[in-house]
């Protein structure tokens, strides 16, 4: 009888979550071994007792966890600390996971989200641009540039492309390979320059000194205006229909007029957001990435909040852009967390915006992504570390998978830089790491030109930029800080122009009177006379 008691005394603690029944139940135990056998212990019973009292033991723990819990969030909603009640729900889920689908923890999800969506304040700021350089303490510097080209009878297009080395910015003619101007920018640009056109052929960036983000005649260098936010941006700005909207590592998103740089609208979050916004394909919604938890539809006419999601990205897990797949945004997210860190892409669901964005589907790859994927057509191309990169077959059809694979990564490789991917027509790929290579796309295969190849001593430094099958690759040189800019022919990888920028002076001679030799770091001799300063 005393076992029974000790049993039932367990299981209706466990079931009524009240830990005084415990000792209810090691009285009874104490009565069934005092009056027990001492030749014929009862073993079954004490192992029955040992089992009910693991189970009643787990279920009052999580019943306390639980409550405890609830009230943690309860209080951090009451000060609006969504990120904090977020945190305490995973934490729970991850400790008892079949609360997911607790109701409170579903209303305590929603009510987050809706506190979230009323955290987000909208300013009209009206704050205008400069037009006018800065004066600077020293006259403008010169700038040490190597060039050589395989013909010299071209004459210039008027076109330019551009590299970023030293903390510069340098406009090149893209027949010649002339630089045609430079620019300090500062140290460690978020994104890379962005052609904007407005009433004259624009160029975006974003100097870090003084954290403007400029507009500059992209063919002759020319300010055409400076808007100083006093914060780091957290990458490249979304550009649509002449308005420019970039967030800020300081939990903001600016709405900027493109012709005037004029500041017009300002929303705070309660976290910093990721560049850059994605347009919806009906251009009525933008689509935000927090640094963690949650995803942002915010309405363009005007600029506003809509809807929160919980898309439950980890703190500074996403390395590059989100990207638009027709009615669907792809997020790729790095996880960190187990012994390999790999990407998930994660396709998201933007087709009925005024609900929820709701994962669709989610793939996993081998390696983390840094560079931005690339799309053309329907065809996804995405690299990542050790030099693999699948493409998948996009589709928004709800009745397809959103990502189909179509070619398998090639072999792990030891180089760990930067890959960066172009897509041509005819369904031509150029992948540029320490080598540039050109495949060819065919139904279920990534075939390489194995006779073309393009090496030079060195990595890629910054986004392949194309006109047609004219390809321009910028190289960090391998034995100094500066950057190989390139004009390379797509077809035949071939380089046509190179100027070499951002190298440092290694030593400086005098030779005469007003001229000196510098040396560079890369090696290379220049004569500097007084009419060149």
């Not at 008027?158 to 500062?186: E, H, K, L």
Request: with cysteine; charged share 25%; proline share 5%.
């Amino acid at each position: 009888v005393s076992g029974n008691i000790a049993v039932g005394a367990l299981k209706t603690a466990g079931d009524k979550k009240d830990r005084s029944l415990l000792e209810v139940s090691e009285k009874a135990k104490g009565f069934l071994d005092r009056f027990s056998d001492p030749e014929n212990p009862p073993t079954e019973k004490h192992e029955e007792i040992k089992l009910a009292l693991q189970d009643a033991e787990a279920k009052i723990l999580k019943y306390e966890v639980t409550q405890r819990t609830y009230k943690e969030i309860e209080d951090a909603l009451s000060r609006k600390k969504t990120i904090e009640a977020l945190e305490l729900r995973r934490q729970l889920i991850n400790r008892y996971s079949d609360l997911e689908k607790d109701s409170k923890i579903r209303a305590f999800l929603t009510q987050t989200l809706e506190t979230e969506r009323g955290l987000v304040q909208v300013e009209e700021i009206d704050q205008a641009a400069t037009k006018d350089e800065r004066a600077l303490p020293v006259p403008p510097p010169l700038s040490l540039t190597k060039h050589t080209r395989a013909s010299s009878d071209e004459t210039a297009s008027g076109r330019t492309v551009f590299a970023i080395a030293q903390g510069c910015c340098y406009g090149f003619d893209t027949v010649t390979g002339d630089p045609v101007w430079r620019r300090s920018i500062g140290m460690d640009t978020p994104f890379f320059p962005i052609v904007a056109d407005t009433t004259v052929p624009g160029v975006l960036m974003f100097d870090t000194t003084y954290q403007e983000l400029v507009l500059l005649n992209r063919v002759t260098g020319n300010l055409v205006w400076r808007l100083m936010l006093g914060e780091q941006v957290s990458g490249e700005p979304l550009v649509h229909n002449g308005q420019v909207y970039l967030p800020t590592l300081g939990n903001h998103l600016y709405k900027i007029d493109l012709q005037s740089g004029l500041a017009t609208t300002r929303l705070t979050f309660s976290q910093p957001v990721y560049s850059p916004p994605v347009l919806t394909r009906n251009e009525a919604h933008l689509i935000v990435a927090g640094d963690q938890a949650m995803t942002y539809t915010l309405g363009v006419r005007p600029l506003e909040c809509q809807q929160v999601s919980f898309t439950d990205q980890k703190p500074g897990s996403i390395d590059v852009p989100m990207l638009q797949l027709g009615e669907l945004v792809l997020m790729i997210e790095n996880d960190r967390s187990g012994k390999n860190a790999r990407a998930v892409l994660r396709v998201l669901d933007a087709t009925k915006c005024e609900e929820a964005v709701a994962e669709r589907a989610a793939v996993r790859l081998s390696g983390i992504v840094r560079d931005r994927p690339v799309l053309r057509g329907n065809r996804l191309f995405v690299a990542a570390a050790g030099e693999q990169f699948n493409v998948f077959t996009v589709s928004d059809d709800p009745e397809k998978a959103p990502l189909s694979p179509i070619a398998q990564p090639p072999a792990q490789s030891e180089y760990t830089g930067s890959v960066q991917l172009a897509a041509g027509a005819d369904d031509i790929l150029w992948k540029s790491s320490d080598v540039l290579l050109r495949y060819e796309l065919t139904q279920d295969a990534l075939k390489q030109d194995q006779s073309q190849k393009f090496e030079e001593v060195g990595a890629t430094a910054q986004p392949l930029q194309n006109i047609g099958t004219t390809l321009f690759l910028g190289r960090k040189r391998q034995e100094s800080d500066s950057v190989s800019m390139l004009m390379i022919d797509g077809e035949s990888l071939d380089a046509q122009w190179e100027s070499v920028v951002g190298t440092g002076i290694l030593a400086m001679v005098p030779v005469r009177e007003g001229t000196v030799l510098a040396l560079t770091k890369a090696g290379d001799l220049f004569q500097i006379t007084a009419a060149n300063l």
